[in-house]
């Protein structure tokens, strides 16, 4: 039949859908197609004895390849696909030659590319070779030579025969019946229970066990700066050096000139080997400090522009480098302007309007870490942070 | 072979089959020992017989699942391999290898194997390379493969079922991707880390407890590298084969899609098969995506993790992007203001990086998953579909589908402003307001381009069908009249161009019932007849046999059989 493109095929429609008001019409459907030549709204036609729709014609006739017209051509195509296959197989041995001729280490010019590892550009080059001659070849074998006639597979609707289904409600309902799980409520509602309960001690162990879960928001608040932590988790502070990172030595303001930049961390942090690597990077990551020198004068005649000179020492200002937004370092500084914008997101913050967001996705300005001189002439940290540093997180405000 | 020169129709296709006589080959006669071996044991041969013969439809864009199979397999293999060196291990050493730059830098192990890997192992950067193009190729290809299934309408029933599967495989992709990304643990891979940080701390209320949980202290701690392996490795990977099977027995069973064509309707399935035609093809097709894959990574250098060094928070490089796949979020992250952000009763709320990520890729997938839902809702329509659309003949879907794909363009593209900026001398705040305008107007845009192309495809089509091929034959009448001769097209090409079907708009119901009551669910049903007439007020219906016997018996004039319906005369009024 031409037209089983379009019937249901055995289908029938669900139930849901044939009770509903505004269910797909079939009827309806076929009823507009048959009368197709209508020319306007209301205007019929008949259909003078012709279909409603074209019928399928059928496949097309198949058109023989040269190589199934002409031995000469499919002799030209099994010498195609062998040279294919040697290819492959000359990749292989040059792959082999190179894994064992190359030192790994050797760099070579190829054009276009400048000097790059000999070692990779030959291994892959043959082994790319070796691949694509099977592929190629077996590809070209199916083109050429295998049968290219298409054939023709019937489908059958995927839904189980009705009786198939009512066997199969059949079943499960004997099973419940035999089992007497029917019948017994207590075994159903006991299995039930069980049945819910049983993963609850594995996921218990993993989330559970993940942790640390005490209140983990209080680390996010505190950083090296706070100084030395007690027992009691309460924290003494101590005014700290400010160290260039990664020389670990002391500044003198003096050596700040207008204009420059200085990464920094706290005294003390730098001090530790690899063992206290760890710890390292962790404080890092809430520790870091910007120190950029401006004129005193640059700063904005606003709250916040007093406030970054007041808590910075002759013009030198240091903000924490963890950005508000989701805690890249923001590493850009811009000395005309001076912006500091975040490369992750843009995030650009304004030095002279203490670190205001003026563009991008973050929301809060840098922290800015209060600083002075101490009695040897270093730049110190004359608090810790008053406030947490880097992104947002649900307790924030929690002191 | 050469015998068959007439075509079959369309009710017989079946009956020009001759048995082909088979006597066993020597070939069967010699596998006889062991495949008779197995057998003895399994009973495997029928199964197997049925496999073999199984037929398989052919066309171009069908390879593209194929693809993301094979970059699959090739990521497994080349992964494995790699596990043999690699340390998943933040623990801190001293770095001795041959990389002379990094010599007695402190740096974790997960960094220094991978240095390790690209420098000392003969052949272990080329490894790593390959993994690396060939996990790209992977959401490549499934990402293009899935648009073919969308703009094709192959997931109409009875195929929801393994769309949905698809939609999970292809965000499982994208986990699998990150987390592996993530583990050499160098600067770029630990700053996407923090990043993701990042994205947990803004869960509400529990933010900070998961962030904690999963990284087992402060960022970075020790265990999130040892962690991500354990997913990327064995965690992710079982799930994706798992529902990669169920995804490929589903194909099997319910037996390939077909694009309609002479021969094919929505009961038989045409192609070649599987034994020996796609034996060759398709497995001759893994060894052409692992050969190009492999010289690929000879010729194009990919995440040198050589060159930013290890990990430190307080460091940082710019013009630094994901992989490709991660863009539309990291885009996304980008455009969003900072003013969202807001606190409420003590507590701070973060949609400004929520929105982009945490939100972001689940809605994504679970729009993608529900669409084959609710296109059947609106339609309708409960039988099964074998054939596949042309994405002309589905106007509204193909133009939202289109929509959707300009608006994952611009969040990808917002992903790397910064080089856009650089490379085309532009403020990189322009370019980023222009793309926060773009997101919400190009995808208007696109949609209502999309759709009118589509429909003047199908009126071409029409045209095509009505009036014939144009020949470029220039005729001269006796009265000194020109005119271009066309050509009928034959019945083979013509059922290419007719063999469709233009829905209806579904009527809207009356709100009341006869006693005049309000009917239950009216809401509900005034919501579809909206939504139907919005998918298909516009539509052009195929041509009928009627109509191009009129067109014939009109010769040229052909203004009279144009209106297909009165939908189609208005949209072909513009026109003329």
């Not at chain 1, 609707?157 to 009786?163: G, V």
């Not at chain 2, 790699?82 to 291990?89: E, R």
Request: aromatic residues 10%; hydrophobic residues 40%; contains cysteine.
């Amino acid at each position: 039949m031409a037209d089983n493109v379009n019937q249901p095929g055995g289908d029938t429609p669900d139930k849901d859908v044939s009770t509903d008001a505004v269910a797909y019409d079939q009827e309806a459907y076929d009823r507009d197609v048959s009368t197709a030549v209508s020319l306007d709204e209301g205007d019929h036609v008949g259909t003078g004895g012709l279909p409603a729709r074209f019928e399928n014609p059928g496949l097309p006739a198949h058109q023989p390849r040269m190589s199934d017209l002409s031995e000469a051509a499919a002799k030209r195509a099994e010498r195609q696909v062998a040279t294919l296959f040697g290819i492959s197989i000359l990749g292989t041995i040059a792959f082999l030659v190179a894994y064992f001729a190359v030192p790994v280490t050797r760099t070579m010019f190829f054009p276009g590319l400048g000097y790059i590892n000999m070692s990779n550009f030959l291994l892959g080059t043959f082994l790319g070779l070796s691949l694509l001659g099977i592929g190629a070849g077996a590809v070209h074998w199916a083109k050429t030579l295998m049968p290219d006639e298409e054939e023709v597979e019937m489908r059958h609707p995927m839904r189980s025969s009705d009786e198939e289904r009512a066997r199969f409600g059949q079943i499960l309902g004997d099973g419940g019946e035999s089992s007497q799980l029917t019948r017994r409520p207590l075994l159903k509602y006991t299995l039930g229970g069980a049945l819910g309960l049983f993963a609850l001690p594995l996921v218990v162990q993993v989330v559970g066990s993940l942790g640390p879960f005490d209140r983990p928001y209080r680390n996010l608040r505190h950083t090296y700066w706070d100084g030395e932590k007690a027992a009691d988790g309460t924290y003494t502070f101590q005014p700290m050096r400010l160290m260039r990172d990664p020389q670990n030595t002391p500044i003198r303001p003096e050596e700040v000139t207008i204009g420059s930049a200085y990464h920094v961390q706290p005294e003390g942090l730098l001090d530790g080997g690899v063992q206290e690597q760890h710890h390292i990077l962790e404080e890092k990551g809430k520790s870091s400090v910007l120190l950029m020198r401006l004129n005193p004068d640059d700063f904005q005649d606003t709250e916040g522009g007093r406030k970054a000179r007041d808590w910075g020492y002759e013009g030198i200002v240091a903000y924490s480098k963890v950005c508000t937004h989701v805690g890249c370092p923001v590493g850009l500084y811009e000395q005309h302007t001076h912006h500091l914008l975040c490369p992750c997101h843009q995030s650009t913050f304004d030095v002279t309007d203490d670190c205001k967001v003026i563009f991008g996705p973050a929301k809060r300005p840098l922290p800015q870490l209060k600083i002075t001189v101490d009695d040897e002439g270093y730049l110190v940290a004359d608090q810790p942070f008053d406030e947490p540093v880097g992104p947002s997180y649900w307790e924030r405000e929690k002191a | 072979m050469s015998e068959t020169t007439v075509s079959r129709p369309a009710d017989g296709l079946r009956a020009g089959d001759v048995p082909v006589e088979r006597r066993p080959s020597g070939a069967a006669k010699r596998v006889g020992g062991v495949a008779g071996w197995v057998d003895d044991r399994t009973g495997s041969a029928k199964g197997v017989n049925y496999l073999l013969r199984k037929v398989f439809p052919d066309h171009w864009s069908f390879m593209l699942g194929e693809v993301a199979m094979y970059s699959m397999i090739i990521c497994l293999l080349t992964g494995a391999f790699l596990t043999f060196w690699f340390v998943p291990s933040m623990g801190q050493i001293e770095y001795q290898g041959s990389y002379i730059p990094m010599q007695g830098v402190i740096m974790s192990e997960a960094y220094a194997s991978t240095l390790n890997i690209s420098f000392d192992i003969k052949g272990g950067l080329l490894i790593r390379q390959i993994h690396h193009w060939a996990a790209l190729m992977f959401i490549v290809s499934v990402s293009v493969h899935m648009m073919r299934v969308f703009f094709t309408g192959a997931f109409r029933k009875p195929r929801e079922l393994n769309w949905v599967i698809g939609t999970v495989l292809a965000l499982l992709a994208i986990v699998e991707g990150f987390a592996g990304y993530s583990l050499p643990d160098d600067l770029l891979s630990g700053t996407g880390l923090r990043a993701m940080q990042g994205f947990i701390l803004t869960v509400p209320v529990i933010g900070s407890y998961i962030a904690y949980a999963l990284f087992g202290a402060d960022f970075p701690g020790e265990l999130i590298i040892p962690r991500l392996y354990s997913a990327h490795v064995l965690l992710i990977p079982a799930i994706l084969i798992a529902l990669f099977t169920a995804h490929i027995i589903l194909v099997a069973v319910q037996k390939h899609t077909q694009f309609p064509g002479p021969g094919r309707t929505n009961d038989n399935v045409v192609g070649y098969r599987v034994m020996p035609v796609y034996a060759a093809k398709a497995g001759g097709f893994f060894f052409i995506v692992f050969g190009l894959t492999a010289l690929i990574s000879a010729f194009v250098q990919i995440n040198a993790v050589w060159v930013h060094g290890p990990y430190d928070p307080s460091a940082v490089t710019a013009g630094a992007q994901p992989d490709w796949y991660m863009w539309f979020s990291d885009g996304a992250l980008r455009l969003l203001p900072g003013w969202i952000e807001f606190t409420l009763f003590g507590f701070t709320f973060s949609p400004n990086i929520a929105l982009g990520s945490i939100v972001l890729l689940p809605l994504v997938y679970t729009v993608l998953g529900a669409y084959p839902f609710v296109e059947r809702w609106i339609t309708g329509d409960t039988r099964e579909h074998h054939l596949l659309d042309r994405p002309r003949n589905a106007p509204v879907r193909t133009a939202l589908g289109v929509a959707a794909i300009s608006i994952y363009t611009v969040l990808a593209l917002a992903c790397v402003n910064d080089i856009i900026a650089i490379k085309m001398g532009l403020a990189i705040n322009d370019l980023t307001i222009f793309f926060r305008i773009a997101l919400f107007v190009l995808p208007v845009i696109m949609f209502w381009v999309t759709k009118r192309i589509c429909l003047s495809l199908q009126r071409q089509d029409r045209d095509k069908v009505l009036h014939g091929r144009e020949t470029g034959t220039i005729v001269r009448t006796p009265e000194g009249k020109f005119y271009e001769r066309h050509e009928d097209l034959d019945e083979h090409t013509r059922w290419e161009l007719v063999d469709f079907e233009s829905h209806a708009p579904v009527q809207i119901s009356p709100t009341v019932d006869a006693n005049g009551v309000a009917r239950k669910g009216a809401g509900k049903d005034r919501l579809r007849a909206a939504l139907s007439h919005f998918y298909f007020k516009d539509r052009v219906e195929p041509v009928t046999p009627a109509e191009l016997a009129a067109a014939h018996h009109d010769g040229h004039g052909h203004e009279e059989i144009e209106a297909g319906s009165s939908e189609h005369a208005r949209i072909e009024s513009g026109q003329h």
